[in-house]
């Protein structure tokens, strides 16, 4: 659920999309898992907010209820966007552009295929416009300013 709602992908939050639950049957048996699949709206808005209460399907609003699980949620968002966390500025990007140097030459054959009939972007959509492009924006605008609008989101 924190990297969810880091991600901010507030289209698939809704039955009809792509993410699913699994807990346990019965109390003191594990834990709730959230499962996101094609999550390919994520990282695009540092405003999105994701925190809405009700979603995914009430499950999250509903474990919230339970004193153990708002301690257990408080920890991990602390675990995870605080001191040595994967989510800090810093932390997130310096992963991240570890990813995408490793990716800088094959994605090149990647971009071969996306070139869409229409687009909201100039064609060519290739490694050195596009993508390029995208990396800048995570890089000097998402990264640096999602954390504390985020914190803000979960605080409000």
Known sequence: MVLSFYAG?????SAQHNWAA????MADRGGWKFFRQD???TLQDVAADCTDPDVPDGIFTALMRQSDFRVLFRDRLYRHCFGDGVLPPARASAAYNSWMEELRLPIVAETARWQPSSSVAALPWDRDQEWANEWRYLR???FPARMARLIQQIRK
Not at 22 to 25: D, E, L, Q
């Open 9 to 13: 992908n507030d289209w698939d939050w």
């Open 22 to 25: 699994a807990g346990p049957r």
């Open 140 to 142: 000097d605008t998402f």
């Open 39 to 41: 999550s390919d709206i």
